[in-house]
Nanobody, 119 residues
Framework: QVQLVESGGGSVQTGDSLRISCTAS????????MGWFRQAQGQERKFVAA????????NYASSVAGRFTISRENAKKMVYLQMNSLRPEDTAVYYC????????????WGQGTQVTVSS
């Protein structure tokens, strides 16, 4: 079983930058694609970014491409989301995910961290 804990959320102004982190433990993490999703109030959870554990493949939602960067530190079992040029529409709870479905493993979620961008 994989445990995920997000941190680093907060309140910022439009145009600011923020980095949120995800600490992973348990499981064989190389079996999982790591990702970030977000859920704004009253909306469904949506994909933001994902990275294979090797780092060789990354994907971004069109709404964040060019502004957000996903990265990881394997030795520390950490995954990061660097968010630049933040906009009010980026306000949401951000969730870290570990997706093992390609190897018929489970998908795990963290508890989420709130990011609020004010104009």
């Amino acid at each position: 079983q994989v445990q995920l804990v997000e941190s680093g959320g907060g309140s910022v102004q439009t145009g600011d930058s923020l980095r949120i982190s995800c600490t992973a433990s348990g499981g064989i993490l190389s079996d999982y694609t790591m990702g970030w999703f977000r859920q704004a109030q009253g909306q469904e959870r949506k994909f933001v970014a994902a990275m294979s554990w090797s780092g060789s493949n990354t994907n971004y939602a069109s709404s964040v491409a060019g502004r957000f960067t996903i990265s990881r530190e394997n030795a520390k079992k950490m995954v990061y989301l660097q968010m630049n040029s933040l906009r009010p529409e980026d306000t949401a709870v951000y969730y870290c995910s570990a997706d093992g479905s390609s190897k018929k493993l489970s998908i795990y979620w963290g508890q989420g961290t709130q990011v609020t961008v004010s104009s």
